[in-house]
């Protein structure tokens, strides 16, 4: 990731903190963005003079022009974006609360959306080649019953990875867009699924577990791996792929 800048939504915690360290450790630098501006700040803190952080709701587009901008003044540039900011709420298409489905919709689609929307012209001036990365689920591949709202926000997000990374390829725009695709991950999203009371957190970490063949669930670290290698230059063939790190859950019949 030498001489690569990044600005990485849910970059506080979980998969997105993960990403962050390792694109600082792997010589980049990274702008932390997320709701959550003091554990994003923290971070930024411990990271040293190649990370910052940057207050930001994925929701609102001029907030999103902020950030980019910024990034542009604390390292001069924007090579690469990743959309890892996202929710996961329970609920069918009958009973499930429709300001979830807004809400999960706003956040996992638009949110990336917007985005790309305005970090695409600043990759563009770099001059650079530069990357996009989107966090998907292996729900996008293999729907769930019981979260409709996000089955349907990470099928979406898919397609929309795929149109953008057809658009720059078409233009010769040396900008690539790729999507990387977890199965369950130690994170703060999962464990308000394994302590929602719903049944005790051994049995549900259980049942999460056997949703993937190799009857586990995965770390943060896991997938950053993915993302920072589609992030890099290491991947410059590479373009609207799908990347599933999910112990094979979105191949089981």
């Not at 030498?2 to 990274?30: F, N, P």
């Not at 709701?35 to 411990?46: F, H, T």
């Not at 591949?141 to 979406?156: D, I, P």
Request: net charge negative; aromatic share 6%; glycine share 12%.
């Amino acid at each position: 990731m030498k001489d690569k800048v990044a600005l990485v939504t849910g970059g506080a915690e979980g998969i997105g903190a993960a990403v962050g360290r390792m694109i600082v450790g792997e010589g980049g630098k990274v702008l932390l963005c997320d709701i959550q501006i003091d554990k994003a700040r923290a971070l930024a803190e411990k990271l040293g003079d190649d990370a910052a952080a940057f207050e930001l709701d994925v929701r609102d587009l001029d907030q999103w022009h902020e950030a980019v901008k910024y990034a542009q003044q604390q390292f001069g540039k924007l090579t690469v974006l990743c959309n890892i900011a996202g929710i996961s709420e329970p609920g069918n298409v009958v009973e499930g609360p429709l300001d979830s489905w807004d809400r999960t919709i706003d956040i996992n689609l638009n949110g990336p959306y917007y985005g790309m929307r305005a970090a695409l012209p600043a990759m563009e001036a770099s001059g650079e080649s530069g990357a996009i990365v989107n966090i998907g689920s292996m729900i996008a591949m293999r729907a769930a019953a019981f979260v409709a709202a996000y089955s349907a926000s990470k099928a979406g997000l898919l397609g929309l990875t795929r149109s953008v990374a057809l658009d720059c390829a078409e233009r010769g725009v040396p900008i690539r867009a790729n999507m990387v695709h977890p199965g369950a991950i130690r994170t703060p999203m999962y464990d308000r699924y394994k302590y929602s009371g719903a049944d005790t957190p051994e049995n549900i970490e259980t049942n999460f577990a056997a949703t993937h063949p190799m009857n586990r669930i995965g770390e943060p670290e896991e997938v950053a791996r993915a993302v920072v290698f589609l992030a890099s230059d290491e991947s410059s063939f590479t373009t609207g792929c799908d990347f599933t790190v999910d112990g094979g859950g979105a191949i089981r019949s």
